[in-house]
């Protein structure tokens, strides 16, 4: 007998991505469902299970029980090792994008980088249509059929042949899909890594088939993943252990369990990533009760940062005794051809990011432009530092330092979040799952930062001071968010210049999503 899932209640002003009728005859490869359905029954429930794990690990912390550092067992005190493959050597550069822009995909491939993530997530719009050209593409990427159109040249442009490894971030567990077996919801993990395994061939590839695991919460999750990619394997006739990935740690309780995850995993796992952006938003989230975590203004806040820091120094530690790589995280800061002062910016900033991430003995990073490619090569060791380990390095550091004396708290700088919240909604209202906005390349961790920044500041009003301009404090009431945002609403659409992509309505619409979602504390990163 089946299992019915249930399913979930829709974010505020948002409908859970749900494919159009007849789907299965109209857009999906014959077959599909029947391949999918049989793994619906057994990961769907799982996946629901974990997330109420993590539902209930969340209410701990806000209620004292916070995130910690868990007992020795056999993951930690065992020998045991992960082996790099060949063609896993170097991957000093991982740059990465929305996999439903054919054009940057292909870009990103012709970069020279040693590793291209291709994103289904962060990047890429949550809805049927956006996923749908995204997961077209990436199949084409991977049989090295991809192409553009490219005005300037008047031409076709295509992928050059290369040793790039191509990895995919499919959704993760948090998100659902709609619309697949009638009324249920699917793990939209499971549907993404469904769809590329049963049109992909084997032969076809130049490495194994490669992930790139989001959103973890727990080492228990890699078990998910772990059975997900061996029981698709043999389905596809496949050795158990083909399938490859790396993870990103982007959840603050992961932080403590890093090196269990990769024991869960250690038959497909090759590396770990420090997603920063949505580890700070995780760290907020964490930490919403506590009047001492609450940022600064984003954008005031150090790179080297001891939360960011002491983190940064111990994944290596861990992924280095154990043979794993050690991927560090993206710079926002963009570069750009049209404004040199701005562009000699953002490239001094990259360089320094890049040095300290490889000091950290980190073997690669993310960038998200071409331009940035060498520049953050150049900063790794050749091809990796996998061997390398810091004496007398600490296993259990403390990774929650409170940010004292970090920063700014400004007037100024509620109200950049709330303007990039109603600017980076509006962008995906239009079809944009990143956006460049004043110079910063900003997704889905971006506007997750900001509607939690904005909740702890409302959260704790009156116990930690907010300043305006004149340095008076502002007490940071619902009315004066109310107010912000209308008065950013209004300053985007009286000025086209700032208005990005969308119309009036969209903007409107944006705003109003933006601000249930801060006032309904939906932080989730959809």
């Not at 991809?146 to 005005?151: A, F, N, P, Q, V």
């Not at 949505?278 to 954008?299: C, E, G, K, T």
């Not at 051809?337 to 690669?364: F, H, I, Q, T």
Request: with cysteine.
């Amino acid at each position: 007998m089946g299992v019915l899932i249930q399913a979930v209640e829709p974010q505020a002003g948002f409908q859970i991505n749900c494919a159009p009728e007849r789907a299965g005859e109209r857009h999906l490869p014959p077959g599909f469902i029947e391949f999918l359905e049989p793994l619906h029954r057994r990961f769907t429930p799982w996946q629901r299970s974990l997330v109420q794990h993590r539902e209930h690990v969340l209410a701990e912390s806000h209620r004292g029980q916070k995130p910690t550092h868990i007992r020795p067992s056999i993951a930690t005190r065992d020998e045991w090792r992960i082996e790099l493959p060949h063609w896993c050597q170097d991957q000093r550069n991982q740059m990465t994008g929305p996999a439903d822009d054919a054009e940057l995909v292909v870009k990103m491939l012709n970069s020279g980088a040693p590793g291209v993530m291709l994103d289904l997530e962060d990047s890429t719009v949550n809805d049927w249509d956006h996923q749908f050209i995204g997961g077209a593409n990436i199949l084409e990427a991977l049989r090295g059929t991809l192409s553009y159109y490219d005005k300037k040249r008047n031409a076709m442009v295509g992928i050059r042949p290369s040793s790039c490894v191509i990895w995919i971030r499919p959704r993760g567990l948090h998100i659902s899909q709609g619309g697949i077996f009638g009324d249920e919801v699917t793990s939209a993990s499971l549907f993404d890594v469904a769809r590329i395994v049963t049109q992909v061939d084997p032969a076809e590839l130049r490495h194994p088939l490669s992930f790139y695991i989001p959103k973890s919460e727990s080492a228990e999750e890699a078990l998910w993943w772990r059975d997900l990619f061996q029981t698709v394997a043999e389905l596809s006739g496949w050795p158990r252990d083909y399938i490859k990935c790396m993870a990103l740690v982007e959840s603050h309780p992961l932080a403590f369990q890093m090196e269990e995850f990769l024991y869960n995993l250690r038959e497909h796992l090759l590396g770990l990533n420090l997603g920063r952006w949505d580890y700070m938003a995780s760290l907020i989230h964490f930490n919403l009760q506590d009047p001492h975590w609450v940022l600064p203004d984003r954008n005031t806040i150090p790179y080297n940062v001891p939360f960011f820091q002491n983190l940064r120094e111990l994944l290596p530690e861990i992924c280095h005794k154990r043979g794993a790589m050690a991927i560090g995280g993206m710079t926002a800061l963009y570069p750009s051809r049209e404004d040199s002062a701005l562009n000699a910016r953002a490239l001094s900033v990259l360089e320094k990011d890049k040095k300290n991430e490889a000091d950290c003995l980190m073997d690669g990073a993310w960038t998200g432009h071409p331009d940035q490619n060498q520049i953050a090569i150049d900063q790794f060791p050749f091809p990796n530092q996998v061997a390398a380990r810091r004496q007398n390095a600490e296993r259990y550091p403390d990774l929650r330092p409170a940010p004292v004396g970090v920063g700014q708290r400004t007037l100024a700088g509620t109200r950049a979040a709330v303007r990039t919240v109603i600017r980076y909604r509006n962008g995906v209202l239009n079809g944009k799952g990143a956006s460049l906005l004043d110079g910063y390349m900003e997704d889905l961790a971006t506007d997750r930062i900001y509607r939690l920044m904005i909740a702890q500041r409302l959260q704790h009003d009156g116990r930690v001071p907010i300043i305006d301009e004149s340095g008076r404090e502002v007490p940071h009431t619902p009315e004066l968010i109310t107010r912000l945002f209308d008065e950013e609403l209004e300053n985007l659409v009286a000025n086209p210049a700032r208005a990005d992509l969308g119309t009036p309505e969209t903007f409107r619409t944006s705003r109003r999503i933006g601000e249930a979602m801060i006032t309904n504390r939906e932080f989730n990163p959809v």
